[in-house]
């Protein structure tokens, strides 16, 4: 079955250091997979994508991803944490009929 | 501003109400969705319109009713819900469909609209 795990529903970092939230999927084909962000009271942004090319992708707010095919995840990355980066981060991947499939998403707490 | 309003922002209603939920996007994208967010739970996908035609409806009720009467407009008619209907309804849209070849998953959300059944 297709599906993405996000294994943490809370991650919590102090401001200024690096952060990761995981992801990991199955799907079956070459994967389209996506980070969302979603602030409070707010609907889903676009962060970043994997579609083909180098594993390493960036995107908003100097967050970047890396594509692992051989451990299929496609965790979440920012050198040094922000504030402002406390948020629900979803994963998403795009399935074969064109669908996105989500995570649960992850909560991501910032402390000063 | 993600320019795709949706109104209203709240909405309490009871059992036997009939009330609608509205979206507009200003982007002139040519896919508008629904999706259906519960705490902790994935998003669920209830709805996809393509060029004002609906491709998917995946399972929902009845008493959700969608209709789109053009590409920039989306609404949710809603009937008789359940108190498990409470939860925050968000609209998408993106150029393309995800179904086609060129739709790449990037999609431009609402804000949402929070719906409590009681």
């Known amino acids: 079955a297709q599906s993405v795990a996000q294994p943490e529903d809370q991650v919590n970092v102090a401001e200024g250091n690096p952060l990761t939230v995981k992801c990991t999927y199955s799907?079956?084909?070459?994967?389209?997979l996506f980070w969302y962000v979603q602030y409070p009271n707010r609907g889903l942004q676009f962060l970043l994508k994997?579609?083909?090319?180098d594993n390493l992708v960036k995107g908003s707010y100097g967050f970047e991803a890396e594509f692992n095919k051989s451990q299929t995840s496609f965790h979440l990355k920012k050198p040094s944490a922000l504030v402002s980066d406390s948020a629900l981060y979803f994963c998403?991947?795009?399935?074969?009929?064109?669908?996105?499939?989500w995570g649960a998403g992850t909560k991501l707490i910032i402390k000063p | 501003e993600t320019g795709v309003t949706q109104t209203p922002r709240h909405l309490v209603m009871g059992m036997t109400n009939k009330k609608s939920l509205k979206c507009e996007q200003h982007?002139?994208?040519?896919?508008m969705y629904w999706y259906k967010q519960s705490a902790k739970k994935p998003l669920e996908l209830m709805f996809v319109?393509?060029?004002?035609?609906?491709?998917e409806n995946n399972s929902v009720p009845s008493r959700f009713s969608p209709e789109c009467p053009n590409s920039s407009h989306l609404f949710l008619h809603l009937h008789t819900l359940q108190p498990e209907d409470s939860a925050l309804y968000l609209c998408?849209?993106?150029?393309?469909?995800?179904?086609?070849?060129?739709?790449?998953?990037?999609?431009?959300f609402g804000e949402g609209s929070r719906l409590t059944v009681l």
């Open positions: 998408a849209s993106s150029q393309v469909s995800l179904r086609e070849s060129g739709g790449t998953g990037e999609l431009f």
């Open positions: 982007l002139g994208h040519n896919a």
């Open positions: 319109y393509n060029f004002k035609e609906q491709t």
């Open positions: 799907v079956s084909g070459n994967p389209y």
């Open positions: 994997y579609i083909t090319g």
């Open positions: 998403a991947v795009r399935d074969g009929r064109g669908q996105l499939i």
